[in-house]
């Protein structure tokens, strides 16, 4: 089962349908005990960093998750989701989980290209791990997105987007995975990405 963690962020039924449609069960969770039994956890998310992470905080999710985490129980972080992990974001002034070092940042002024990034773009791969087994190199995934992560440790950073400046797009840390793009509008290589995702143990 999986549960998909719910702190009032945006696109959180259009993941569940993805996940169902791969066959998997799933539990939309709302409190911290609802995340008992969860073979893995999906923390998705369209929305502004603070009331992400203020969400989080005052349902008591917050703690629960770093628990499940130091479990070893798979996270996945979409779009907010994964922003969410790291210390700190320009877009707000709360810290955030501080899961992974580094901070987020809003795309540059300078770049030529509108803001938030919309659309589809490529994702280029330093490493492949088995979330993204089979996935072809240069996949097109679709992003909606201002802000990015930049990450303190090189370690981290699987996947590379361009858009104006190259910005991580893919990071795992162990059991933590967090993608920018959202796998769920992402068509085939999306539907892969999170059935790889399914099969971690």
């Known amino acids: ?45 369209v929305g502004a960093f ?13 703690n629960r998750l770093r628990k499940e985490i130091d479990r070893g129980t798979p996270v996945l972080g979409i779009c907010l989701g994964l922003q969410l992990f790291f210390e700190r974001s320009e877009e707000g002034d709360l810290p955030g989980l501080g899961i992974l070092p580094g901070k987020v940042v809003r795309f540059p002024d300078n770049i030529g290209l509108p803001v938030p990034h919309m659309g589809w773009n490529t994702v280029s791969f330093k490493s492949c791990p088995p979330v993204l087994e ?27 987007t361009f858009y104006g400046v190259e910005f991580v797009s893919i990071v795992q840390a162990e059991n933590v995975i967090g993608v920018q793009f959202h796998p769920e509008k992402s068509a085939h290589a999306g539907e892969m990405l999170l059935n790889n995702f399914l099969a971690m143990k």
């Not at 603070?50 to 917050?62: F, K, Q, V």
């Not at 089979?134 to 590379?160: K, L």
């Open 50 to 62: 603070n009331s992400g992470i203020r969400n989080l905080r005052e349902s008591g999710i917050e």
């Open 1 to 45: 089962m999986t549960a998909i963690i719910n702190y009032d962020a945006g696109n959180l039924f259009s993941v569940v349908a993805s996940i169902e449609k791969l066959g998997e069960k799933t539990r939309i969770a709302s409190r911290p005990d609802e995340l008992d039994g969860a073979d893995r956890i999906i923390l998705p998310g």
């Open 134 to 160: 089979g996935i072809p190199e240069g996949s097109y995934f679709y992003f909606a997105h201002s802000y990015y992560p930049v990450p303190d440790d090189g370690n981290v950073q699987v996947g590379f």
